[in-house]
C-alpha cells in the first residue's frame, strides 16, 4: 500500500527540500520529522514514499530512520509519554516515574525494552518510552507528552497530568 | 644511488619510495611492500576506502624526528615528504587492542568454521600478534540466527564484524542496495531490505557481498570461500558476452564453487548470478553420457564409432546422391573460438559447401552488417572499461542488468556519479530510475525515433563538421534526408514527444564523449542492421569515435557469438571476415585448408530451414543450438526438423530439437574443455578445463576434428596452442595471436605485434577508410502492417537475469527456485479494459498460434503493449512469434508480434 500524504503535508515537505539546494539527501531528517509528527511514526510505506521524494535507495532512509532512537517505526498511542532516563533526570526519580506511569496509564512496564523502546496501552490512548536527555537536566525528572514538556514531575502529579492530556 | 626528486617521495619506515597519483597511505604501502604489510579488515581493494575498522592505522610525521600523529592509512591521503611508520610500538599496540575488541563479540569456533584458513579475520589477528582476549565474555551477539532462505546466498552474523564491506559491495559494485547497517553502537547489525531475509529482499545474488565479506557473516551455499578445494582453474564465463573471468575451485573432478578474480580487467571480482552460481548444470544427471543413433523410429545408445560410421555413412550418401549443398551446419557462440573454426573448416573443407551459419544470425548479424556498412567491421569499438571515461551512455534497445549484468552494473554506476544516461526502449528497465532521459518508444520505430533524434542534433548545430569532413563521407545524403522528415508523423508513430527527443539528443551531442550500447532491441527487427546504421551515423556526426569513453558498442550476446561470427561460423564470409564470393580469397581458404572450397553464398539459418522444408536441405548438423525452441515461428522449424533426412546434433542435454535428431552427440561443456573465447569488446580470453570431461562426453572440437579424419580430411588433434596457431594464420585479426601471449587477461583483437591488445578501434581512419552515413527511411514491419486490425497488442520479448535463453543450462540449477516461469506484462489500464489481474491466466494469441501465460499487471509498459520472457519451454512463447526478418540479415523480429490477448 502506497502512502497516502495530504497535500498540505506534501506541500511543506518540498518547501522543506528546497533548504538544502546542493543535495535532496541532506533533506532527509526534517523530512522524516515531518513525517512522523503527522503519523506519528514512520512505516515502511513512508520509508519508501521519503525516497522516492528524495530521490534514494528506500535502504538509505531506513538506516536513518534506525539510526536514531527518535524516530519510531511503529505506532503510538493517542498520548505518547518519554520519560527521561539520562543521568540528571535518572538521579532525580525517572525509574519510579516510568514505573508510575505505566501503571496509571495501563501499559505493560515489561514491554518496554532496549530493543522495543515503546510500549502501548491495550485501549491506544497512551504509550511510552524511556527517551534520551530531553535537555531538562535542571528540572528533572522531566518528560514529554507529544509536545508538551513537563519538569520537575513528582509521581503525585501523573493523575493531573495524565487528565489535562485529555 | 638514483636521486629522487623530493616532492616525488615519501618514507615508509625510513625508506623513500616514489609516491603515485591520488594514492592514499594505504595504496602507496600496498605497493612498495606488498598487500597485507599494513593489516586490514574494512578495506578490501574492490571496494572504496571507508575508514571504520581503524587496523590500519600507521603513524606519520612531517619530520623524521617530529611529532607523530596516528592515522588510518585507508583513506589518508599521501603528501610528499612524509614519514610513515607502519610498525611502531604503538600502531602495534593499537592493532591489537582493535581486534581483541573485535574478538569479544566473535564466536571463537575457528576450526568448524566453513572459512577456517581463508578467514581475514583469523589472519589479522595472527598478525597482530593476539594470543589471548583479556576480556571476560560480556553482552555480545553469539545468538545471531543463521539465514538460510536463499537458493544462493547464506548468512550468519553472529559472524560479522560490522565492516560493511558487504554493504558496500552492495552499494558500489552491483548497485542493489539490498544490504545496510541497522541501528547504531553496540546494537549496529546488517539488514536485508527492510530487515527481511535474503530470500524475500531484492537480492539479485550477484555474490558480491560474499566475496567481500572477510568472515564467513555473509557466504553462500557452496561455501566459496572454504579452502577445502585442491585446485583453482581461471577460466571464461560461458554465459553472456561479458566474459567474465572466474575462478573454479575443484577437489578431485568436482566443482565446488566459483568465484571472481579480483585482478579481472573484464569484471574485477565481480560477475552475477549466472557466472557465480549457475553451474551445476555440469554434472546434472540429465547430461548426455553415450552417443544416440536413432533405430527404427527409436533412439538407442552406440559407441562414438559407430556414431561416427553411421554419420560418415549418411553424409557421404547425401554428398553422392544431392551434392554437398544439400548439407548444412549451425556452429554454437557458447563453443569456443577453435571449435567454431573447426565446424566452419569441417562444413566449408571436408564438405564443400557455405551452408554455415550461427546463432549470431539470430541476434546480433544486423549489428556486424549495420557497422561493416558504416564502419568497415562490425565489433564494438572500444572497451566496457571505457564506461569508466566516458560523459554520457545512450543505451538503445537493451537491458544491461539482465542481460550483461556486469555491464549494467557498470553502466548503472556510472549513472549514479550523475553522468547522464539515455535510455531508448519501449519498457522501463532495471536502470531506469538512474536515467535523464528515457525515449519510451512504441517496439517497432527505433528508425522514426533515431532519424528525429539525428534531426535535432543537425537542427542544434551539435554536428562535429571537422570530424565529418576528415573522416566520413555520404554526408550530404544524410542531411538531405534529415531535413525532408516529418516530425509530427514520427512523434504519433513512435508516441514519444518530439522535446524529450531533442532534449535527448542536444544532451548526447553537447557531452565530451558519449559512448552507445545496443542490444537485441536494436537488431531483432525488419530494420535492424538498418537501425545498427543510425547508431554509427549519431556517433560519426558528433565525432564520437576513434578516442577513449565514446563509439558504437553493442552488447553481444552469447559468450563467444563475437567470436564464432570473428572464426567464419557465417555463410557469406569465412574465418576472418573474407568474402566467400571472392576468387582470390577463395584460392587462400584452398591453400589453406588443402581443399577445395565453394565460392557460393551459403544458407542462412532461415533459408536452411526453408529449404529443408522444400526438400533441398538434406542434412543439418547442429552443434549446440536448441532451434526448435529459439527461432521464431517453431511449427515452421518442427516442420523443417521432421522433413530433414539426416539431422546430427552435438548437445549437452537432450532438447527439443534434438528429440528429431537421427544422431546425438554427447558434448563437454565450457567447464570441461580449453581453448578461447572472444567477448564483446574482441576480447580473446583463455578457457581452462577445470574438470575432465564427464565420462561418456567429448569436446565438441575433438567431437569435429575426429568427425572430419573419419570423412578421409587430415586434420590435427584440437589443442589450445595448435588449433589457436592454426586460426592465427588465416583470421587477419588473429596474426600474433598465441596462447601464453593471452595471458590471464586475454587480448583484443586486432592483435598487435608482441600480442598486444587494441583497446579502440578506427582511432586514425575507419576500417573501410571513410566512415559512410546512411540515410534510413522509417518501413514499418509487415507484421504490424499485416495484423494490427485483427490482433491489435505489440508483444515484445526479452530476458531475465536468472535464466539463459531457452534456460537448457539455467533450468538445471538452482536459478530455477529463484524465477520459475515467464509471465506476460500488461499495462493497468489494457489490464482493467480485459479484466485481468495479476496471477491470471491468459490466452495470448497471433496469426502463428497461441500461448497461455500468467498475467503482470505494471506500468513497466505502456497501454498496448504486452511483454514476456522465453525462458520456459513448456510456454513456447515461440509459436506465437513471427518469421518476418530483417531486410539486410535475416535476423528474425522477436521484437514486434501483433497479438492479442484474453483472460481464459
Redesign the interface.
Known amino acids: 500500500m502506497a502512502l497516502k500524504v495530504p497535500a498540505d503535508l506534501e506541500k511543506e515537505i518540498d518547501k522543506r527540500i528546497t533548504h538544502y539546494p546542493e543535495s535532496k539527501r541532506s533533506a532527509v531528517l526534517p523530512v522524516l520529522h515531518e513525517v512522523q509528527s503527522h503519523f506519528g511514526y514512520i512505516s ?1 510505506d513512508a ?1 519508501v514514499w521519503v525516497a522516492k521524494k528524495l530521490e534514494l ?4 532512509v ?2 536513518v530512520v ?2 536514531y532512537p527518535g524516530f519510531r517505526q511503529k505506532p503510538v498511542g493517542k498520548h505518547h509519554i518519554r520519560v527521561c532516563r539520562t543521568l540528571s533526570c535518572a538521579m532525580a526519580g525517572s525509574a519510579e516515574l516510568m514505573e508510575e506511569f505505566c501503571k496509571k496509564a495501563k501499559i505493560d512496564r515489561s514491554k518496554v525494552s ?2 522495543d523502546p515503546i510500549a502501548v496501552s491495550e485501549d491506544g490512548q497512551y504509550s511510552i518510552e524511556f527517551a534520551e536527555c530531553l535537555a531538562g537536566c535542571g528540572t528533572g525528572p522531566v518528560c514529554m507528552i507529544n509536545d508538551d514538556f513537563h519538569e520537575e514531575v513528582g509521581t503525585d502529579k501523573l493523575e493531573e497530568i495524565l487528565k489535562n492530556c485529555d | 644511488m638514483i636521486q629522487i626528486a623530493k616532492d616525488k617521495t615519501a618514507y615508509i619506515d625510513g625508506t623513500p619510495h616514489l609516491i603515485g597519483e591520488g594514492e592514499s597511505l594505504l595504496n602507496f604501502i600496498d605497493r612498495h611492500k606488498g598487500r597485507g604489510h599494513v593489516p586490514t579488515l574494512c578495506d578490501a581493494p574492490q571496494l572504496e576506502p571507508y575508514g571504520a575498522c581503524r587496523v590500519c592505522s600507521v603513524e606519520v610525521a612531517l619530520e623524521v624526528d617530529g611529532p607523530r600523529r596516528t592515522v588510518a592509512s585507508c583513506h589518508t591521503p599521501l603528501t610528499p615528504g612524509l614519514h610513515i611508520f607502519t610498525e611502531s610500538e604503538k600502531v602495534n599496540d593499537l592493532r591489537r587492542n582493535i581486534v581483541e575488541l573485535v574478538l569479544t563479540d566473535h564466536p571463537l569456533d575457528c576450526l568448524t568454521c566453513e572459512v577456517n584458513g581463508n578467514c581475514e579475520l583469523q589472519s589479522v589477528a595472527a598478525k597482530v600478534g593476539i594470543r589471548e582476549v583479556r576480556y571476560p565474555q560480556g553482552r555480545n551477539h553469539l545468538d545471531r540466527k543463521k539465514d538460510l532462505s536463499h537458493p544462493y546466498m547464506t548468512s550468519d552474523l553472529s559472524k560479522c564484524i560490522n565492516c560493511s564491506r558487504c554493504v558496500r559491495a552492495c552499494d558500489e559494485i552491483q548497485g542493489q542496495f539490498v544490504l545496510s547497517m541497522h541501528g547504531r553502537g553496540f546494537d549496529s547489525r546488517i539488514i536485508k531490505g527492510f530487515d527481511t531475509s535474503f530470500e524475500d529482499s531484492d537480492c539479485v545474488s550477484c555474490g558480491a557481498c560474499s566475496q567481500a565479506c572477510p568472515t564467513s557473516a555473509i557466504s553462500d551455499i557452496f561455501q566459496s570461500k572454504s579452502i577445502e578445494a585442491t585446485n583453482h582453474t581461471r577460466t571464461v564465463c560461458t554465459y553472456c558476452g561479458v566474459g567474465c573471468n572466474l575462478e573454479v575451485a575443484t577437489k578431485g573432478n568436482e566443482v565446488l564453487s566459483i568465484q571472481a578474480p579480483p585482478n579481472a580487467e573484464t569484471n574485477g571480482a565481480h560477475t552475477c548470478l549466472k557466472g557465480r552460481y549457475a553451474f551445476r548444470f555440469y554434472n546434472h544427471p540429465d547430461r548426455l553420457r553415450s552417443p544416440l543413433i536413432r533405430r527404427e523410429g527409436k533412439l538407442v545408445e552406440a559407441t562414438w564409432e559407430e556414431a561416427y560410421d553411421h554419420i560418415a555413412e549418411n553424409l557421404n550418401r547425401i554428398l553422392k546422391d544431392s551434392g554437398p549443398d544439400a548439407i548444412a551446419g549451425i556452429s554454437s557462440a557458447r563453443c569456443t573460438n577453435e571449435e567454431n573454426y573447426l565446424m566452419q573448416k569441417f562444413i566449408r573443407a571436408v564438405i564443400g559447401t557455405n551452408n554455415i551459419d550461427c546463432c549470431a544470425r539470430v541476434c546480433h548479424s544486423p549489428t556486424a552488417e549495420g557497422m561493416q556498412r558504416s564502419f568497415g567491421t562490425g565489433a564494438a569499438t572500444n572497451s566496457i572499461d571505457d564506461i569508466n571515461e566516458t560523459e554520457c551512455m545512450l543505451v538503445v534497445g537493451a537491458n544491461p542488468t539482465q542481460g550483461h549484468p556486469v555491464t549494467g552494473a557498470r553502466i548503472k554506476q556510472r549513472a549514479m556519479k550523475g553522468i547522464p544516461l539515455i535510455i531508448i526502449d519501449p519498457r522501463e528497465i532495471e536502470i531506469t530510475p538512474y536515467a535523464k532521459h528515457h525515449l519510451q518508444l512504441r517496439p517497432g520505430t527505433n528508425v522514426a525515433l533515431l532519424n528525429m533524434f539525428s534531426y535535432y542534433i543537425l537542427e542544434a548545430g551539435l554536428v562535429d563538421q571537422d570530424f565529418v569532413e576528415r573522416r566520413c563521407e555520404n554526408w550530404e545524403e544524410l542531411e538531405a534526408g534529415l531535413k525532408s522528415l516529418d516530425l509530427d508523423e514520427i512523434e504519433k508513430l513512435t508516441g514519444v514527444d518530439r522535446q524529450e527527443v531533442k532534449a535527448a539528443a542536444i544532451e548526447y551531442a553537447s557531452a565530451k564523449g558519449a559512448m552507445s550500447f545496443h542490444g537485441l532491441g536494436v537488431t531483432e527487427h525488419s530494420q535492424g542492421a538498418k537501425t545498427v546504421m543510425l547508431i554509427a551515423n549519431l556517433a560519426m556526426m558528433t565525432g564520437n569515435i576513434g578516442r577513449r569513453g565514446v563509439g558504437v558498442n553493442p552488447l553481444r550476446g552469447q559468450n563467444n557469438v563475437q567470436g564464432a561470427a570473428d572464426m567464419g561460423a557465417q555463410p557469406h564470409q569465412g574465418a576472418g571476415y573474407l568474402d566467400v564470393t571472392d576468387p582470390k580469397i577463395q584460392a587462400h581458404y584452398e591453400e589453406y585448408y588443402g581443399a577445395k572450397v565453394s565460392g557460393e553464398i551459403g544458407y542462412k539459418i532461415p533459408e536452411m530451414f526453408e529449404a529443408a522444408r522444400n526438400g533441398d536441405l538434406k542434412s543439418l548438423w547442429l552443434m549446440g543450438e536448441d532451434v526448435v525452441q529459439t527461432d521464431p515461428n517453431s511449427e515452421a522449424v518442427r516442420a523443417a526438423m521432421a522433413n530433414l533426412d539426416f539431422l546430427v546434433v552435438q548437445e549437452i542435454f537432450m532438447t527439443e530439437t534434438a528429440q528429431y535428431a537421427n544422431v546425438i552427440l554427447p558434448a563437454s561443456s565450457f567447464l570441461e574443455k580449453s581453448g578461447t573465447f572472444t567477448n564483446g569488446e574482441r576480447r580473446i580470453q583463455r578457457v581452462n578445463a577445470a574438470v575432465e570431461p564427464l565420462e561418456g562426453t567429448k569436446p565438441d572440437g575433438q567431437i569435429m576434428v575426429e568427425i572430419m579424419n573419419r570423412m578421409g580430411y587430415e586434420q590435427s588433434a584440437c589443442t589450445p596452442e595448435g588449433t589457436l596457431a592454426e586460426v592465427a594464420g588465416i583470421v587477419p585479426f588473429f596474426a600474433g595471436a598465441t596462447w601464453e601471449g593471452l595471458g590471464d587477461n586475454g587480448k583484443q583483437w586486432p592483435i598487435q605485434e608482441g600480442c598486444e591488445s587494441t583497446t579502440i578501434l578506427h582511432t586514425e581512419s575507419f576500417k573501410r577508410g571513410l566512415g559512410k552515413f546512411h540515410f534510413i527511411e522509417f518501413k514499418e514491419s509487415s507484421e504490424i502492417e499485416d495484423n494490427r486490425e485483427q490482433f491489435p497488442f505489440i508483444l515484445t520479448t526479452g530476458r531475465l537475469l536468472e535464466h539463459y535463453n531457452c534456460g537448457t543450462m539455467t533450468r538445471r540449477t538452482r536459478n530455477s527456485e529463484i524465477v520459475s516461469k515467464d509471465v506476460l506484462t500488461i499495462n493497468p489500464v489494457d489490464a482493467e479494459v480485459k479484466k485481468i489481474c495479476s496471477g491470471d491466466h491468459l490466452r495470448i494469441f497471433s496469426a502463428r498460434g497461441e500461448v497461455t501465460l500468467e498475467a503482470e499487471v505494471s506500468e513497466e509498459v505502456k497501454p498496448g503493449i504486452l511483454f514476456t520472457t522465453f525462458h520456459f519451454p513448456e510456454h513456447m512463447v515461440n509459436n506465437i512469434t513471427s518469421d518476418v526478418h530483417d531486410g539486410d540479415t535475416m535476423c528474425p523480429e522477436y521484437k514486434v508480434t501483433s497479438v492479442d490477448v484474453e483472460k481464459v
Do not use: D
Open positions: 515502511e520509508v535507495e528506500p535502504i538509505r531506513l538506516e534506525t539510526f532496549h530493543h
